[in-house]
């Protein structure tokens, strides 16, 4: 009846396929077709699986088929009937629980769990599967999608998964993103938390739709080729007396000890060294592969696995290292297109190295630290930012050390750090005109770009759970020149190999010159062999009329973004096609003559076939 080598893997913490095992299954016991009720408490005495079916009562006990695992076939059960576990302790408390490993929840506030086939869905996302990476060499410019909050419908309503896959996916290819990142997507019970207080890990939450209708989004996105990654929150879980706490009377998924199992946000810690708990968050990364097709995880809190509370003073937490190294090496194996993404605000080394190499084995790593010092950067008066100038340019001492994602999140446009033009310095046009330059300087950074939905529109109010975005804002000019500008990069950036092809090879980016501290000007070359794109950050209000740039080749150099063109709300300073003249500057032996604006921000692009036709002539 039970696969006993999933047992097996479970009790030793090598489990990814749990869930097949546990949870509530339809099948075909002694040709009787019905539910087969599995679940894991190991200090209950009795469990009941109480329901709607029953009427609420202790009329279905289950048995004890092996050590801590209780097991119960009821037949002629159906979709959608409502269960729980009512469970009996030594004490004879009385502990009624939502499944664990439930795959569909009521609806807050309700808290019961629904028998759900997930099985019968019919994918045709196999031509996508059979190209998914990765992405290591390919663009990579993620949306991070609030669903509940994108838009809303009468009465506040959000958009269900039917749809948002009418309206988000088309307007996320007309914008220019590969892949959509949904804040998560597992069963939640407050609002407020957006997710990250979960209470089921398995369990798709029935605010937007049911499990079939989240996977007819997904394959519709990869049908578009556009890639879904979830958030997850492998660190606590929400206290909830229906929840995981104290799940059979005693501590089994958190910690035993009471300091080390509560958490900083009032939620318990998942203990990380337990073999059932590993396995556990283990095979719920591994469902969400299998059952949904999707295509990344971002794993939260990263810090607070590799450090006791994320406290380095506390030092490591050797369990929960061993943990996620298992982890990664096992979803690496078995999904070896699927991305790895950490969350992490430490400098620990080595995280997005192999764990065949001493890594924690995640493919990509935020990297916070470009996001704090860049937005510390374009908050300065200009006046000062020549003592600030190596904010922008430090990212590039410690680049190469780790696979990094830039991201502009959710977490830094909530909580009163206001919303990411509000972080520019400067008055009303001039917050404008610094946003553009800064996404140029985004997109042209080496790193795979991440972006908080809102930012496209440049909205002043931050994000709120309760209400969507600002959509209105494209009426204003201003707003509405700033989202033609976005998108443009955006695509420029898909459309251009040199901005994602060698992002993790030092031969892609070179500075033209790193110590112009008193003008505020940043220049660098993105290479591939198609092209070599220089990229001019001027973060000052000072405009420049035959500017000197150093550059690698000699030849035409096309402008193919100015942020300050007319069409994006700017002055209208363009340089269209300049050509290289044998003077020396920088180091090279031509350079260019160009005019920059006040805060502008250029890209110019040199066609590496000019070198083949200038040698075969």
């Known amino acids: 009846?039970?696969?006993?080598?999933?047992?097996?893997?479970?009790?030793?913490?090598?489990?990814?396929?749990?869930?097949?095992?546990?949870?509530?299954?339809?099948?075909?016991?002694?040709?009787?077709?019905?539910?087969?009720?599995?679940?894991?408490?190991?200090?209950?005495?009795?469990?009941?699986?109480?329901?709607?079916?029953?009427?609420?009562?202790?009329?279905?006990?289950?048995?004890?088929?092996?050590?801590?695992?209780?097991?119960?076939?009821?037949?002629?059960?159906?979709?959608?009937?409502?269960?729980?576990?009512?469970?009996?302790?030594?004490?004879?408390?009385?502990?009624?629980?939502?499944?664990?490993?439930?795959?569909?929840?009521?609806?807050?506030?309700?808290?019961?769990?629904?028998?759900?086939?997930?099985?019968?869905?019919?994918?045709?996302?196999?031509?996508?599967?059979?190209?998914?990476?990765?992405?290591?060499?390919?663009?990579?410019?993620?949306?991070?999608?609030?669903?509940?909050?994108?838009?809303?419908?009468?009465?506040?309503?959000?958009?269900?998964?039917?749809?948002?896959?009418?309206?988000?996916?088309?307007?996320?290819?007309?914008?220019?993103?590969?892949?959509?990142?949904?804040?998560?997507?597992?069963?939640?019970?407050?609002?407020?938390?957006?997710?990250?207080?979960?209470?089921?890990?398995?369990?798709?939450?029935?605010?937007?739709?049911?499990?079939?209708?989240?996977?007819?989004?997904?394959?519709?996105?990869?049908?578009?080729?556009?890639?879904?990654?979830?958030?997850?929150?492998p660190v606590h879980f929400v206290r909830d007396n229906h929840g995981l706490r104290l799940f059979d009377g005693k501590p089994l998924y958190e910690y035993p000890k009471e300091e080390d199992a509560d958490s900083q946000w009032g939620t318990s810690n998942f203990d990380l060294w337990n073999e059932e708990v590993r396995s556990f968050l283990m095979s719920s990364?591994?469902?969400?592969?299998?059952?949904?097709?999707?295509?990344?995880?971002?794993?939260?809190?990263?810090?607070?696995?590799?450090y006791w509370a994320?406290?380095?003073?506390?030092?490591?937490?050797?369990?929960?290292?061993?943990?996620?190294?298992?982890?990664?090496?096992?979803?690496?194996?078995?999904?070896?297109?699927?991305?790895?993404?950490?969350?992490?605000s430490s400098d620990y080394p080595k995280v997005t190295d192999s764990t065949v190499y001493g890594g924690l084995g995640f493919d990509y790593k935020w990297d916070l630290g470009w996001m704090n010092d860049t937005i510390k950067y374009y908050g300065v008066d200009p006046i000062y930012r020549v003592w600030?100038?190596?904010?922008?340019?430090?990212?590039m001492a410690y680049f190469y050390s780790e696979k990094f994602i830039l991201p502009l999140s959710h977490d830094e446009v909530v909580h009163g750090k206001g919303t990411i033009i509000n972080k520019m310095w400067g008055d009303y046009e001039q917050k404008f005109a610094q946003v553009k330059n800064l996404y140029v300087y985004m997109f042209t950074h080496p790193g795979k770009k991440l972006n908080f939905m809102g930012n496209e529109l440049a909205v002043f109010r931050e994000f709120d759970e309760n209400k969507p975005l600002d959509w209105e804002l494209v009426n204003f000019e201003k707003h509405l020149t700033f989202t033609k500008f976005f998108k443009d990069l955006s695509i420029l950036y898909k459309n251009h190999s040199s901005l994602y092809k060698n992002d993790y090879n030092i031969y892609g980016f070179r500075w033209i010159d790193a110590d112009n501290s008193l003008q505020s000007i940043y220049t660098y070359t993105r290479e591939d062999e198609k092209e070599c794109l220089v990229c001019v950050i001027n973060n000052c209000p000072n405009s420049y009329t035959d500017y000197l740039i150093g550059v690698p080749y000699e030849g035409k150099y096309k402008e193919i973004m100015n942020s300050e063109w007319e069409i994006?709300?700017?002055?209208?300073?363009?340089?269209?096609?300049?050509?290289?003249?044998?003077?020396?500057?920088?180091?090279y032996k031509n350079s260019i003559s160009i005019d920059i604006a006040s805060f502008g921000a250029m890209i110019f692009r040199f066609k590496k076939k000019q070198l083949r036709e200038k040698k075969n002539v």
């Open 1 to 233: 009846m039970i696969d006993a080598g999933i047992i097996r893997n479970f009790h030793e913490g090598h489990c990814l396929d749990a869930y097949k095992v546990f949870g509530a299954h339809f099948v075909n016991e002694n040709n009787i077709d019905g539910v087969r009720f599995t679940v894991y408490a190991p200090h209950a005495i009795k469990i009941f699986v109480i329901g709607s079916f029953n009427n609420w009562e202790n009329t279905h006990e289950m048995e004890k088929v092996d050590h801590g695992i209780f097991s119960l076939f009821i037949p002629d059960l159906k979709q959608y009937d409502m269960y729980k576990y009512r469970i009996i302790n030594e004490y004879n408390d009385v502990l009624d629980k939502a499944d664990p490993y439930a795959v569909y929840s009521e609806l807050r506030p309700g808290t019961s769990s629904f028998v759900y086939d997930v099985n019968n869905f019919k994918w045709d996302d196999g031509k996508w599967l059979k190209k998914r990476t990765k992405n290591f060499d390919k663009a990579l410019n993620i949306y991070e999608v609030y669903a509940g909050g994108w838009k809303k419908k009468e009465n506040n309503r959000s958009y269900s998964f039917e749809e948002l896959k009418e309206e988000l996916i088309p307007y996320v290819i007309e914008n220019g993103f590969t892949h959509i990142e949904f804040m998560p997507l597992n069963e939640y019970p407050f609002d407020g938390s957006w997710g990250y207080q979960a209470s089921g890990y398995y369990s798709c939450t029935s605010r937007y739709g049911n499990p079939m209708e989240l996977a007819e989004f997904i394959n519709e996105c990869h049908k578009n080729d556009i890639g879904v990654i979830i958030d997850m929150v």
């Open 388 to 395: 600030e100038h190596h904010k922008l340019t430090f990212s």
């Open 310 to 344: 994320g406290n380095k003073n506390r030092g490591t937490n050797d369990g929960a290292i061993a943990f996620v190294k298992r982890m990664n090496y096992y979803l690496s194996q078995k999904y070896p297109t699927v991305m790895l993404i950490a969350e992490d």
């Open 285 to 306: 990364a591994a469902f969400w592969c299998d059952i949904y097709h999707i295509d990344g995880i971002r794993f939260d809190a990263v810090s607070n696995i590799i």
């Open 568 to 587: 994006y709300g700017g002055s209208d300073c363009s340089n269209k096609k300049v050509y290289s003249k044998p003077a020396e500057a920088h180091s």
